[in-house]
């Protein structure tokens, strides 16, 4: 784990906690406080686990008619999904028209068959990463769990084989190499929301800290 990057964005949400926002005006496309990049820069705890597809699981459960495990092959053959968004992190790089195809995350909800009382998630990748969403955040369609970027193989270092992709919150949401899906009636902060930065996460609200 790369505990001085750990440290020093935990220092960064405590500071900035309960802090009024500066009301920095959103110019069209970049939301407030960020800059454009378009070398797709890597941020994570530092701890790339080499899941080969062949061993590879997406476990998907909790409060669903139909809880399922799926490998590779099966994921594979689901209907494949390609969306282009734009990718806005929390330390201020956004990068705009980053083309993910996939599952989309609304085909995987009818595989599962969420029971009326799901109204969140909670996903946890294959490095121990947790993070947590409103069910309704990944209901848009332009949400997917992602296997290829611009045409390529994601790869490991951006979260391969799989990764969540959610455009409309900051990219921390989007667990990278995905392991586990679970849906819930209840909130449970993941990795970064218990350590001070936002639950809701929006960037266009400029919604960076708890
Ligand atoms: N499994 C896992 N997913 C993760 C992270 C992580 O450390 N582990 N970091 C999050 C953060 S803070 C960001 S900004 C994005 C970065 O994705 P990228 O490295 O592909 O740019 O992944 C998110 N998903
Ligand atoms: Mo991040």
New binding site residues.
Partial sequence: MKEDYLQRKERWAKKMSKKTRLANPSTGRLPPGQHEVSNFPV?DLGVHPEIPVGEWTLKIHGEVEKPVTLDWKHFMALPQFCDISDFH???TWSQFDMEFSGVAFFTLADLVKPKPNATHLFFIGYDGYTTNTQLDACMDDDVLIAHTWNGKPLKLEHGGPARMIIPKL???KGAKFIREIIFRDYDELGFWEKRGYSNSADPFAEDRFA
């Fill in positions: 941020l992190c929390v330390t900051y990219a921390w």
